[in-house]
């Protein structure tokens, strides 16, 4: 089992930027990728983006490409989210994920293919 706690949420001015930060523990080996995933508001969860911890594969929603950046500290088992340009629509819940089984361009984006959540984080873009 993999424990996640991610931080790093606020209240943030429209073109502004956010580092949220996911701290794993626990049997942080198995994990194959970690990531972000968001929820609005009366909305269903939906992928932002994702790191593969094995050959450093990185996937993007293309409504945040260009503007968030997902990384690792390998030395610490961190894996933050660096959120520039943020819009008002981009208020949500962050929740911070991981897996152990392979992913692709595909299954990137399922939720299901996660078998780790944190609690979240609220971001909240003033307009």
């Known amino acids: 089992q993999v424990e996640l706690v991610e931080s790093g949420g606020g209240l943030v001015q429209s073109g502004g930027s956010l580092r949220l930060s996911c701290d794993a523990s626990?049997?942080?080996?198995?994990?194959?990728?970690m990531g972000w995933f968001r929820q609005a508001p009366g909305k269903e969860r939906e992928f932002v983006a994702a790191?593969?911890?094995?050959?450093?594969?990185?996937y993007y929603a293309d409504s945040v490409k260009s503007r968030f950046s997902v990384s690792r500290d390998g030395a610490r088992d961190t894996g933050p989210l660096q959120m520039n340009s943020l819009h008002p629509e981009e208020t949500a819940r962050y929740f911070c994920?991981?897996?152990?089984?392979?992913?692709?361009?595909?299954?990137?984006?399922?939720?299901?293919?996660?078998?780790?959540w944190g609690q979240g984080t609220q971001v909240t873009v003033r307009a």
């Open positions: 626990g049997r942080t080996s198995s994990i194959y990728a």
């Open positions: 994920i991981a897996t152990r089984w392979t992913l692709n361009a595909i299954t990137v984006v399922a939720a299901k293919q996660y078998d780790n």
């Open positions: 790191l593969s911890w094995t050959g450093g594969s990185t």
